[in-house]
Every structure is written in C-alpha cells, then in structure tokens.
C-alpha cells in the first residue's frame, strides 16, 4: 500500500493554479520533495495533510481519503515551514501538547515541564556525551587544519555532518525504514552516536549499544590517528 497516492489532483486558487493534474504514488520509507519556488509542494503538502480541499481529483493517505478524516489525522504528523502556537493554548499547554505526543500522560507531560525527564542511564549518557564532544571536537579540529578559506570550513558541517545527522535516525527510528535502507544507513556513524543517548535516557536503541559505543570510539580514534599523521607530517602546518 502506498503511503500516499493521488490521481489528477488539482488546486486553483481563484484564477492562479498552486498544483495541476497532479498523479503520483508515494511508497513507505523517505521521500524528498524537491522543486523550484511556486512548482507546488508547499500546495502539495497540504493536500497531503488535509489542511485544503482539492479543487479537482482524488488523494489518499494511508489508503484513506484525507480530507476531514480526522480518525486519520490522528495517525499522521506535520510539521509546518512556519513557526506557529494556537492562540487559544498557553506556553506550557503547548510543550506539555508536544510532550503527549510521545506518548506521556498528561500528568508526566507537565511533570517534564518542571521536572526535566528521567535519564534511566545517567553514567552512560554522561560517558556517550564526553565520548561526543571529544569525537567532533577532533573532527573540527582536522577541518581547521585542512581548509585554507572559510567556504572550506563549511563545507564538512554542511555538506557531510547535518545530511547524516538527519539521516541518522535523529527524529525517527531506522526501524521505520526498508529493509535495505536499514541496512545502508548502519554506515553512517552517526546513527551509533544518536542510538547511545537514546539509550542512556530512555534505554531504547536501534542498534547494540555496544556497538554504538565500539563505532563512537573508532570513529574518534580515526580523527585521532588522521590528526596525529597531520603533526608527524606537518601537513598544512608552518614551522
């Protein structure tokens, strides 16, 4: 079952056209929404979740219609391109709202409101947490050494580090994902680093927590071993 399906679906708004004859089959798993301004997504996505009704044509999530099923709206989430509270909500019904939505009761909500969460590991989330720190601070470290401009220093925290922290299971479990996708994404390191504090605060990991721990400390012992050959060398170093 496709997790979203549309057949010639349409949007108009007045005279201007936000999404034309649009069929399409969304499988389960990730998929990027990738077009130019004004080619439609953000029209696309809220057909999608049910927040405009179609001019024209059909679209169905999770196999059901979305527009006013609000049995099915329940079973999705959104998170909007802007910013923006309920007026009709304070500040601390609206974290204790986000806090339900993992799963908490609403007592437990507003306790973690005050409170803070429970860390059911706390030795080891302080371990994962100085194992981290040292393992980027080493990375950043290399990075400095070898860019020779400041477009060079971004280019790793931009282009390799934030793609494979979302790609890392930060807001999702890997579990989510296809088979083979799960397998793929394993190489990323990230995902053994994000796995260790998970299980440190709620004692819940994708991966063995001691492999997250073994990876975590070969991935600093490379940026180690790389950093140690730049002194030995005096790659990029002046004398």
Known sequence: MSAIATDHLSKWYGQVSGLNDV?????PGITGLLGPNGAGKSTFMKLVTGQIKPSKGSIRVLGE?????????????????????YDRMTGLEWVSALVGLNGFS????????FLGF???????MISFLVLTSVTFSLLGFLIGIWADSW????????MV?????????SFYSISMLPPVWQKITLFNPVVYLINGFRWSFYGKSDV??????SMTFLFMLICLSI???MFRTGYKLKN
């Not at 580090?161 to 299971?169: A, N, Q, R, Y």
């Open 227 to 229: 950093i140690t050959w």
């Open 151 to 158: 477009e060079k220093i971004q280019i790793v925290p931009m």
């Open 208 to 213: 063995n927590v001691v492999l997250s721990v």
């Open 23 to 27: 069929t399409v089959s969304v499988p």
């Open 161 to 169: 580090v934030t793609p494979l922290t979302f790609l890392g299971g």
């Open 106 to 113: 609403e007592q437990r909500s507003l306790s973690c409101c």
């Open 65 to 85: 219609p979305i527009w006013e099923n609000h049995e099915l709206y329940r079973r999705i989430g959104f998170c909007p391109e802007q910013d923006a509270f």
């Open 118 to 124: 429970e860390v059911l590991h706390p030795f080891w």
